[in-house]
């Protein structure tokens, strides 16, 4: 059916087309063709244009449009289903979020422009905060799912958002479940929370699915899934898309996101089905698109058959129409980051933070240690690709410089657990060199062409210090890496005293593990360690400080730790900057 809808689409309206395949069938019998398009990860890329790095941008909600409205105008009616981790990543969802909070959120309004059917919540939905996810939730007209996002951890039908809903087109009833990562309090400020509890997802999927079919009699159920592949977190089931799949009987398709890989899998379930599992990943680049085939016999279903493809958008114009509803919005974007921060003397490059300190990290560094008054700061590269021109420093560049909405600890560490937090960060950051022919950086050999990082570890967990000196020695074995030489202040360092550290949020709830596997605190204790939080995002006290300053040059920064033996460093950094960017310097 598929295969005869590409052909001859163009030539008769899918309306049209139905009707013409009706009447070619036996009486008694019908065949409904549904489409099902599936975003995820998109976070705010809603406009054409990438309001950050001041150029045209590729995906966007606007080009999704023109795509929904062309599937419309040839009669078909397309299921719109999104996936989470919509309210946060571009500057006009920050504006939305925190500045202009009386105008119905931008988000809300697309969702309903393009007619969503259902939205699944994501992790970085939920660090905006009660305020802007409860006001967002009321606005959007289609409903926001978590079934095992709880209030009460002992009810698992105590969720806070819809647990799923009933999606119908053609007289086909599909359930559409929503399910999100449950390792949110690793990464999170208790605040942003609060009154919610996190299940396991396979264990609320063994909860609803009897509980839908004996209910909602459906013909379909769809798992819309805010969680990755496959789990390698060590304290949660971060991860559960391809277990879902694997271990449950009654899903029909899982629709995933979260770690922003492109996939389209089948999988075997219990039963023997084979089950499609599709991430088209994120910024909007891509929209799963899915075909169901339904076969009815005197209005009962004989067979039901799926097909999966990722449809690549940037074939497709904005949406005229879509860019004039949404006129004033960008209009207000732009006033917004266009606003002066501060003087840059001197470009920045976040690459640079992967071969040794960098004046990228010495910024952040210094400013994390400004707001919270803590002796040593811990920060990693959050991205790769940032460059900052020399010149004025806007609020949307801004958003390169950090881009997400992490809250900054205070927190207690002795010497010790210092100490062993760096072994942990730079295991998974370079490799024991036998020579200068090595490589410095652990790689990713796989050589996945879906993989997000080319080294084997997650860069933003590369997590280096200031406020001290130390030397990292890389022909040496896991965790006998670090000499920690003495405190910025040039008093000794102490492994038995215990000193005030500042970091991101993410990084003190655990991500990443370097509290937890590296430092060895237990889990449930970190909270414990807090002595002082922020109470807005990092990026807002950044901008703060760096009006104040006027003028910002990042080469005055101490260079407080290097890489041992220097000349094979040296020699391996150029090589690695070829493999990672193309490039000598």
């Not at 087309?17 to 070619?24: D, G, K, M, N, P």
């Not at 920050?94 to 969702?111: C, E, G, M, P, S």
């Not at 407080?560 to 033996?565: D, E, G, H, S």
Request: net charge negative; aromatic share 10%; glycine share 6%.
């Amino acid at each position: 059916m598929y295969a005869i809808k590409k052909i001859i689409s163009g030539l008769i309206p899918l309306g049209v087309l139905s009707l013409f395949l009706t009447a070619c069938q036996p009486k008694g019998e019908e065949t409904i063709t549904l489409h099902l398009l599936h975003t995820t990860d998109v976070h705010g890329n809603f406009l054409p244009f990438d309001y950050v790095k001041e150029r045209p941008a590729t995906g966007s909600m606007a080009r999704l449009s023109t795509y929904v409205t062309a599937l419309r105008n040839d009669g078909e009616m397309p299921i719109l289903l999104e996936g989470g981790d919509l309210l946060q990543g571009e500057p006009i969802s920050y504006y939305y979020n925190y500045v202009d909070t009386v105008t119905q959120h931008i988000a809300a309004r697309i969702l309903n422009y393009l007619q969503y059917d259902a939205m699944t919540v994501g992790n970085h939905d939920i660090e905006t905060g009660h305020a802007v996810y409860d006001r967002f939730r009321k606005e959007a007209s289609c409903p926001l799912l978590a079934a095992n996002i709880l209030t009460n951890p002992k009810d698992p039908s105590s969720t806070y958002f819809a647990p799923y809903t009933m999606v119908e087109r053609s007289g086909v009833r599909i359930a559409v479940l929503g399910l999100t990562t449950p390792a949110i309090p690793q990464w999170l400020p208790g605040d942003l929370y609060k009154g919610m509890y996190f299940a396991d997802g396979i264990e609320t999927a063994r909860h609803w699915i009897p509980v839908i079919q004996k209910e909602e009699h459906p013909d379909l159920i769809v798992a819309l899934v805010h969680a990755g592949a496959v789990n390698e977190n060590p304290d949660y089931n971060e991860n559960f898309a391809f277990e879902l799949a694997e271990t449950l009987t009654g899903i029909d398709l899982v629709l995933y996101g979260h770690d922003h890989r492109q996939r389209i899998e089948q999988r075997t379930n219990p039963q023997g089905d084979s089950i499609y599992v599709v991430n088209p990943a994120n910024h909007l680049e891509r929209v799963s698109d899915i075909t169901i085939t339904i076969q009815k016999k005197d209005g009962k279903i004989v067979d039901k058959k799926i097909s999966a493809q990722l449809t690549d958008l940037s074939p497709y114009d904005p949406d005229e129409e879509f860019m004039r509803h949404f006129k004033s919005d960008t209009e207000a974007l732009e006033k917004f980051v266009q606003r002066p921060v501060a003087n840059l003397e001197t470009a920045v490059r976040s690459q640079d933070a992967l071969f040794g300190f960098s004046s990228y990290l010495g910024l952040v560094h210094d400013i994390q240690l400004e707001i919270t008054g803590a002796q040593i700061s811990f920060a990693a590269p959050l991205s790769t690709s940032m460059s900052l021109p020399r010149g004025e420093l806007t609020v949307g560049r801004m958003f390169d410089l950090y881009p997400y909405e992490n809250y900054l600890y205070k927190m207690n560490l002795t010497g010790q657990e210092i100490k062993d937090y760096l072994e942990y960060s730079y295991s998974k950051w370079v490799n024991q060199m036998t020579s200068a022919h090595d490589h410095l950086l652990l790689l990713d050999n796989t050589q996945d062409s879906t993989a997000r990082f080319k080294t084997k570890y997650p860069t933003f967990n590369f997590s280096s210090a200031y406020g001290i000196d130390y030397t990292v020695d890389v022909s040496m074995p896991i965790g006998q890496r670090i000499t920690i030489q003495k405190l910025a202040s040039g008093q000794s360092f102490d492994l038995s005293e215990t000193y005030s550290v500042a970091l991101n949020s993410y990084r003190g709830n655990g991500g990443g593990g370097l509290l937890i596997q590296g430092a060895g605190i237990a889990k449930e204790t970190l909270p414990q360690r807090i002595t002082w939080s922020t109470t807005k995002d990092i990026r807002t006290y950044m901008i703060e400080i760096l009006q104040r300053r006027r003028s910002i040059s990042p080469t005055v920064y101490h260079p407080n730790w290097r890489f041992i033996p220097e000349h094979w460093a040296e020699t391996a950094i150029v090589t690695d900057r070829r493999y990672l960017f193309g490039e000598d310097q």
